[in-house]
């Protein structure tokens, strides 16, 4: 692969914001170029960063998804607040090879402007089909996934390319007017590991999130991104990898981070590095100081205390992308304030943004729940000490529609686990006894591993505003979840 090309934003799946929208994606087997390899992935619409989705809130968005892989597939809409019922974000779905799905999302009004993100999340039994209890589609409903559909389940695909990036209207728009016309880029991260004969994918690539892995920024290996001197750019980094966690840092320069997960920051704050668990986004504010060159890059990270013994993984600090500040030639907005060549300290925003969320953490609650997460250092991952079935929820009693909870999420393993929960984000209130402030939102937060035999601890809380139905939760390192670490609560109508 051969590093320094240009950076290129994933391709658009679409520009316009008509009231209504009919887009298609194609989930297709194909010889994709990365950085002048070719390597067979599975991909949608031919593009290794499936093309992002552009939205905007109240829009009714169909959504055609057309399966031409040889596997069962379906799609998540991380992060979105939508229905999981129906035709709208139900993995329950699953679509059979030669099959089109049409997913309606009605895009609620009041959708935070952000980063989110689509990816396959097709459920297999472990005998490689299609789960007990998904929806073969199109319907008949509840149809027996016929003997000959195979199932490869959410790590294969996602590792072998399935997934890409929605943004909701612009959240430049939530920042002072200043910084309503700078420069924005989408910055996707994932992983690819490519087997001997230059396939990513299952069973041919090499999918194990302990292998050395190549980090690509929007399908490239080490892009180059060039700034002016001086000048703040809004970047939207999302994870959107099977399994890999990054620590990122952007080499004598500062993060302000704006919005998280796709809420708007209650209280936006300089970050020196990111911690971005699978499935995390950020839109963040960064200013290029004097010309000159550095690097975006991922810190060396470990996820358990023996990354070689099923006790967590170890990534090793790894350049993404170098960005080259050059001379500025005009107006560079504001925050000019060239000093260091590469990158300056980028600007203080104050809070809360418009469409950020309240603070949850003086709510009464309505009830209290426990999710034990837990491993055998092996092969099975469980939730409150079950695998996931598909058929029976996680808790007996359901939530109630008006109501806030206080969730404790417990990991009693030696790896951290990356813990995401669909429909709607919430707010974490402390991490091991640490009480967090009310900043930011998030649908996705990493439960830390147990320490000499202390279980890491983090308490959340989450308002069930609308949609009833089957809320699932999941470790979104994909392997955790496909083999069982997941579960689901149903939510009801307030009686
Ligand atoms: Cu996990």
């Known amino acids: 692969m051969v590093p320094g090309a240009a950076l290129v934003e994933p391709p658009d799946l679409n520009t316009a914001t008509p009231k209504e929208l009919t887009v298609q994606l194609t989930a297709v ?18 593009s290794l960063v499936g093309p992002t989705l552009h939205v905007v809130p109240g829009q009714r968005v169909t959504l055609k998804l057309a399966n031409h892989l040889g596997t ?32 309606h999302l009605d895009i609620p009004a009041n959708q935070e402007p ?31 996934a016929p003997a000959n559909v195979r199932c490869n389940g959410t790590e294969s695909q ?15 728009e939530t920042l002072p007017p200043a910084y309503r016309g700078i420069t924005a880029h989408t910055l996707a991260l994932k992983d690819t590991q490519i087997s001997s004969s230059s396939s990513i994918v299952y069973p041919d690539g090499v999918l194990e999130p302990a292998e050395p892995t190549v980090r690509l920024v929007n399908g490239q290996y080490q892009p180059t991104l060039t700034m002016k001197a001086g000048e703040t750019q809004l970047w939207r980094i999302a994870n959107e990898g099977y399994a890999i966690a990054y620590d990122l840092q952007l080499d004598g320069g500062t993060f302000t981070v704006v919005n998280q997960d796709g809420i708007p920051a209650a209280a936006p704050a300089r970050a020196k590095h990111l911690l971005m668990p699978p499935g995390r986004r950020f839109d963040v504010l960064v200013t290029a100081g004097a010309t000159g060159s550095t690097w975006l890059r991922t810190l060396a990270h470990k996820t358990g205390p023996d990354p070689f ?8 600090d790894t350049p993404l992308m170098k960005v080259n500040v050059q001379k500025d030639s005009g107006n560079a907005g504001p925050a000019a304030t060239a000093g260091r060549p590469g990158m300056a300290t980028s600007p203080q925003i104050t809070g ?6 309240p603070d949850l953490s003086k709510e009464p609650i309505a009830r209290s729940r426990s999710i034990v997460l837990n491993d ?20 007996a009693e359901p939530a109630t529609l008006g109501t806030v909870e206080e969730w404790t999420l417990t990991n009693k393993a030696q790896q951290n686990h990356p813990f995401h929960l669909h429909v709607a984000p919430f707010q974490v209130l402390s991490v091991n006894g640490v009480a967090q402030p009310h900043a930011d939102y998030m649908d996705g937060v990493s439960v830390p591993h147990a320490v000499n035999g202390k279980p890491g601890k983090v308490v959340i809380r989450i308002r069930f505003t609308d949609f009833t139905g089957k809320w699932f939760f999941h470790c979104h390192i994909t392997g955790h979840e496909d083999t069982g670490m997941m579960g689901y609560l149903n939510v009801i109508a307030a009686r």
């Open 158 to 172: 996602i590792g072998a390319g399935l997934s890409g990036t929605i943004i909701v209207g612009d959240s430049r």
């Open 352 to 357: 809360p943004l418009p469409g950020s969320h």
């Open 29 to 46: 087997q194909k010889e994709v170029m990365i950085s002048g390899k070719k390597v067979l992935a599975e991909t949608y619409n031919g």
């Open 376 to 395: 055998d250092r092996g092969n099975n991952f469980w939730i409150n000490g079950k695998l996931f079935d598909h058929t029976k929820p996680t808790f």
């Open 114 to 144: 952000g980063t989110y993100w689509y990816h396959d999340h097709e459920m297999c039994d472990g005998n490689g089909r299609p789960m007990p209890g998904m929806t073969m589609s199109p319907a008949p409903a509840k149809s027996p």
């Open 309 to 316: 013994n099923g006790a967590g993984d170890e990534y090793p």
């Open 72 to 103: 069962s597939t379906n799609l998540h809409y991380h992060g979105m607040h939508l229905s999981p019922k129906g035709s709208a974000d139900n993995i329950d779905l699953s679509v059979k090879p030669g099959q089109i799905q049409t997913y």
